[in-house]
């Protein structure tokens, strides 16, 4: 049950994560291919 939140609570952040543009994504060290290879939710549930 963990691991699924775990997972849940990572693509609700991947969802936020793509709303920034890519300079921001870059600055804090992420890569907008790779979030969107994760997986994302917008939705907490």
Do not use: S
């Not at 775990?6 to 600055?27: C, F, I, P, S």
């Not at 291919?33 to 917008?42: C, H, L, Q, S, Y």
């Amino acid at each position: 049950m963990t691991k699924g939140r775990e997972l849940q609570a990572k693509k609700y952040v991947n969802g936020y994560l793509l709303t920034l543009d890519d300079d921001t994504l870059a600055e804090l060290g992420y890569d907008r291919k790779k979030i969107e290879a994760e997986g994302a939710n917008p939705f907490p549930y």
